[in-house]
């Protein structure tokens, strides 16, 4: 009776639309859930089909390329975007992370993949922001795909500048020799499944994978919340 007293007078609110949440319902109201742009990568696997595979090709060897979201500006991706980002919803982008891991779970991907990393921050940007947004994506996908995961193993050397208004070429620049693995013995041999939030150019992604092979892991594939 008071929980059901403090939903209506404090209802819980979507983070996709701001609409209020009905019973059961979990960050996003089930209308948004059903609107939302979802890429479908996953069904196409490692193929030419697959227009994220296509955006590595001729630059790093990468096994599998998925996304769960297109990225639409001003849309409900976005909004849920700019909330995990900057509104401190550490909890959304778990949310996002099992929503995923389970359907790439249900579609046989879970042996793949031997170790989950994130793409790091630098240590000043985390302790401003407090998390890592693809930390919390990560973890989200390793629950629910019940893989390793680890926040450490993969570390950011530079504290880069913003990448959202730069070119292809700039952003690889401001990423090169940024990354570094702590713990080489933990990748070597591993099919790392890297994660970050959002896909642009693919630089930073690029960045991290050459590292990883570089430091022995048998193959890397990429998973981002959205891609652009």
């Not at 778990?94 to 249900?106: I, K, P, Q, T, V």
């Not at 991907?109 to 302790?127: A, E, G, M, W």
Request: aromatic share 10%; net charge positive; proline share 3%.
């Amino acid at each position: 009776m008071f929980e059901d007293l403090l939903a209506l007078l404090f209802p819980e609110t979507c983070y996709a639309c701001d609409g209020a949440l009905a019973r059961g319902e979990k960050f996003i109201c089930t209308d948004c859930s059903i609107k939302l742009p979802y890429t479908d990568c996953h069904l196409h696997g490692a193929t030419e089909l697959n227009p994220l595979q296509r955006r590595f090709w001729g630059k790093v060897p990468v096994r599998f390329a998925f996304s769960y979201l297109h990225f639409r500006s001003k849309g409900r991706v976005q909004r849920l975007l700019h909330r995990l980002k900057y509104k401190g919803a550490q909890d959304l982008g778990e949310h996002l992370g099992f929503r995923y891991g389970s359907l790439l779970s249900d579609h046989h991907y879970t042996s793949q993949f031997d170790l989950i990393l994130p793409v790091p921050l630098h240590r000043n940007k985390l302790r401003r922001r407090g998390y890592n947004q693809s930390d919390s994506f990560a973890k989200g996908l390793a629950e629910a795909m019940e893989l390793e995961w680890s926040s450490k193993t993969l570390v950011r050397l530079v504290d880069t500048t913003s990448q959202t208004s730069k070119n292809r070429l700039a952003r690889w620049q401001n990423v090169e020799q940024v990354f570094q693995v702590k713990f080489p013995e933990r990748v070597k041999g591993k099919r790392i499944l890297l994660v970050d939030d959002v896909l642009t150019t693919g630089a930073t992604l690029e960045a991290c994978a050459t590292v990883l092979l570089a430091q022995g892991c048998s193959e890397v594939s990429v998973v981002t919340i959205a891609a652009a």
